[in-house]
């Protein structure tokens, strides 16, 4: 039974790093400004036509981005687009600052990203549009600095609210408000991102969302907000997240049956995933009994969505380790730190659990075969929940 484990903690060990939601990016509200084309040109909108479905681009100066419109000046006519059928805009005049940020973000220089983008931040002389996104540019590479220096993850959440009340209409504050949720709970602070993310759930927990919301954005928030209600011990709430959740995502994916298969197979997935919720909230509550027989009836399901099967798999590795059964929980988090596609935070999650039952077993050099799937955790997963927890194992070790 050992080898066969190794095997796959082997081949857990040799996974590249997934880049999370949280400093990705979701996955989460799609970033609207992606580039900026050299100065002296005009911006350009991509605008979708409801009808024909049809990406046209149109060139001008944007003066307005807001959660409602965009209003772009074409040679001194202003014409007005509603915000949801715009997919892009590529900057066109931007300044200096800005010119260098977006350079030394291509080549994964954060910290000099991070200072180029709040001096474009505050340039009075350039346009507000273009201070709102290098705000949250900012946002962004503060977070991917977090994943090496997790003392960033506090700052990101500053920066995000700057980019909140400075500019509290842009198109930008749904991202801005997935980061500043997601740094709140990197950052340790549980409870306030447990808030963050709900308060962005209720803005798309009915159809239609909220204006310049994107209602999948909002239910996969609510997930997140389940999440860290169950690590506050408030079990109820995250019984009720989890459940409205599911319900929701489900709708959502039966509504678009014929869909982009990317989008629906995203919306199974976290449907599957919370749908998962009762069983960590059965763990929470104490009863590993009743979670490991919840759990195992869905690993035994082939048809389940990759969400709700390695959800339900790792369930499985917890529920074990809480029963003292440490080399079958052992082999569980094994297979999902080897095979977990879907979600970094859930292979961090199983890497960890790696680490607790090696521990617990005391087999050999257990503190040294620890040591080394927690540097997986701090290398690879710097921007999970996980992270946190395995730097503080490893100063005990």
């Not at 772009?72 to 800005?98: C, E, M, Q």
């Not at 400075?166 to 991202?175: I, K, M, N, Q």
């Not at 297979?335 to 979600?343: C, K, Q, R, S």
Request: net charge neutral; glycine share 8%.
């Amino acid at each position: 039974m050992y080898t066969p484990l190794l095997t796959l903690a082997l081949v857990a060990m040799s996974i590249p790093a997934v880049s999370s939601p949280a400093t990705a990016l979701p996955a989460v509200f799609p970033a609207v400004c992606p580039s900026a084309p050299q100065s002296g040109k005009a911006d350009t909108i991509y605008r979708r036509n409801e009808r024909t479905g049809r990406v046209i681009s149109l060139t001008g100066m944007v003066l307005v981005n807001s959660l409602t419109e965009v209003r772009l000046d074409r040679g001194g006519k202003t014409a007005n687009y509603d915000a949801t059928s715009v997919v892009r805009i590529d900057w066109g005049s931007v300044p200096p600052s800005y010119r260098d940020g977006m350079t030394y973000r291509r080549r994964g220089d954060w910290t000099q990203a991070v200072t180029s983008f709040r001096v474009a931040a505050t340039d009075a002389s350039t346009r507000e549009v273009l201070r709102a996104d290098a705000r949250l540019k900012s946002c962004e590479a503060l977070m991917r600095l977090g994943a090496s220096d997790a003392g960033q993850f506090p700052e990101a959440a500053k920066e995000a609210e700057r980019l909140l009340t400075d500019f509290a209409t842009s198109s930008l504050v749904p991202h801005a408000r997935t980061i500043q949720a997601r740094a709140l709970r990197l950052s340790g602070d549980t409870a306030a991102a447990a808030t963050a993310f709900e308060n962005l759930y209720s803005e798309g927990s009915s159809d239609p969302a909220t204006p310049g919301y994107d209602r999948q954005a909002c239910l996969e928030a609510g997930l997140q907000a389940a999440w860290c209600f169950l690590d506050t011990s408030e079990t109820l709430k995250a019984r009720e997240l989890f459940g409205a959740a599911k319900g929701a995502l489900e709708g959502m994916a039966a509504g678009m049956s014929a869909g982009d298969p990317k989008v629906l197979s995203q919306l199974r997935n976290h449907a599957g995933e919370a749908a998962m919720g009762e069983g960590f909230c059965l763990l929470a509550g104490g009863d590993a009994s009743a979670a490991l027989s919840f759990f195992e009836l869905t690993t035994t399901r082939g048809d389940a969505p990759a969400g709700a099967r390695y959800a339900a798999i790792l369930g499985r590795g917890e529920a074990l380790m809480a029963l003292s059964k440490l080399r079958d929980a052992q082999l569980c988090f094994a297979e999902v730190a080897a095979l977990e596609h879907t979600n970094p935070d859930r292979a961090a999650r199983a890497v960890l659990g790696l680490a607790q039952s090696t521990l617990a077993l005391g087999d050999g050099d257990a503190a040294g075969a620890a040591r080394r799937w927690l540097t997986v955790i701090t290398e690879s997963y710097g921007d999970t929940p996980s992270a946190r927890k395995a730097s503080d194992l490893q100063g005990n070790l």
